[in-house]
């Protein structure tokens, strides 16, 4: 039979990874977080002094092919170095979706996606794994926050890491990121025809829990 996948795709800050992890986990399923991977692709390039250009296109693609990455108690190491901090910068956020704009690179990240998808399940984050890495997913949910909300949250928890930053800066950056993801060439950010559309703007993470794992019982 074939493996179930629930996609959750979204921008920048929706809450997409918070939602997803919860359901991943009340469901007993594994969990993409795709975006991970091309931060970590980010870092490898600065790392190796390139530039996230059409000339370096292919040797980033190569080293997205090649990551030495394992994710080992829920932290993300790179040929064995801790880098879950490292990718979590705002800076880290720009490079990853510079990268993720060579058409190159996603094709090279798309068989270590797919191959995420075993027994149980998967629940999958990002913002193409319902157009374009899952499009045979049982359950694709489109996630959505107004900018206000979405600087607020991302506002709260580098606050909470102890990483000083204004909210206006965090807005400009996260619609900033937000623009050059939806209006690439290659599996731009936007919801699949048949994703369900979620703005969890005036809703708590229990309650978007909730409505994705009512839809979730409605499509089996
Ligand atoms: O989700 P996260 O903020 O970690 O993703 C970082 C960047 O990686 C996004 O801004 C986007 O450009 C890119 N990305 C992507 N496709 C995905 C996941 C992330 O292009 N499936």
Redesign the pocket.
């Known amino acids: 039979a074939e493996v179930p996948v629930l996609c959750i795709d979204g921008p920048?800050a929706s809450g997409?990874?918070t939602l997803a992890v919860a359901v991943a986990y009340q469901l007993g399923y594994h969990y993409l977080?795709?975006?991970?991977l091309?931060?970590v692709t980010g870092l490898a390039m600065r790392r190796n002094g390139l530039e996230a250009d059409a000339a370096h296109e292919m040797q980033i693609a190569e080293l997205a092919r090649t990551l030495p990455l394992r994710f080992s108690e829920g932290k993300v190491l790179l040929s064995g170095e801790d880098v879950s901090d490292a990718i979590r910068t705002e800076a880290a956020?720009m490079d990853?979706?510079r990268v993720?704009?060579l058409p190159a690179v996603?094709k090279a990240l798309l068989a270590l996606q797919k191959s995420f998808r075993r027994l149980p399940g998967l629940v999958a984050?990002?913002?193409?794994?319902g157009t374009v890495?899952f499009p045979d997913a049982t359950l694709k949910v489109y996630l959505t926050a107004s900018a206000a909300q979405r600087a607020e949250r991302r506002h709260k928890q580098l606050i909470s890491k102890g990483i000083s930053t204004t909210l206006d800066g965090l807005r400009a950056d996260l619609e900033a990121?937000d623009l050059?993801?939806s209006s690439r060439s290659v599996?731009p950010l936007k919801p699949a025809p048949d994703a369900r559309l979620l703005d969890n703007s005036l809703l708590s993470v229990e309650q978007s829990v909730e409505q994705v794992l009512a839809w979730w019982q409605e499509v089996q």
Do not use: L, N
Request: hydrophobic letters at 20%.
């Open positions: 920048t997409k990874g977080d795709s975006g991970t091309y931060r956020g990853a979706s993720s704009a996603r984050d990002g913002r193409d794994m890495v990121r050059r993801d599996a």
